[in-house]
């Protein structure tokens, strides 16, 4: 079976992808070292948590492909998306038996998912 191993993210202004995601997310980037490569490495959580890490590079946003990131407490962390240039595209909301979820675009215009785990959700 395969799984998803790596995600990426395109931006016209990567240093202010960086600034974004480190605010409201906490992920830790590195710039890459590799000559003729304008590019960030994502880590978005310790290794022995499942997950998947990224990266980030500058171009145009990408549409196609929406990620879906788990966070501890969506309402705090919607209000830091707020805070720092982001959009609610969909507002929080039940997915049922699973958690809460919401839908964004970062300053960017990329788009992604938060979603808190809560089984009780309805």
Excluded: C
């Excluded at 490569?37 to 196609?64: C, E, S």
Aim: aromatic share 10%; no cysteine.
């Amino acid at each position: 079976m395969s799984r998803v191993v790596h995600f990426e993210i395109m931006a016209k202004e990567p240093q202010q992808a960086v600034e974004f995601y480190s605010k409201v997310l906490g992920w830790k980037f590195h710039k890459w070292d590799n000559p003729g490569m304008d590019y960030w490495l994502i880590t978005t959580g310790d290794d022995h948590v499942p997950g998947i890490n990224g990266g980030l590079g500058p171009g145009d946003p990408i549409k196609a492909v929406v990620n879906t990131i788990g966070v501890a407490d969506l309402d705090a962390t919607i209000m830091r998306v707020v805070q720092h240039g982001g959009k609610v595209l969909q507002s929080r909301g039940p997915l049922p038996g699973v958690g809460w979820y919401a839908a964004f675009e970062d300053p960017a215009g990329n788009r992604f998912g938060l979603m808190q785990d809560d089984p009780a959700a309805k």
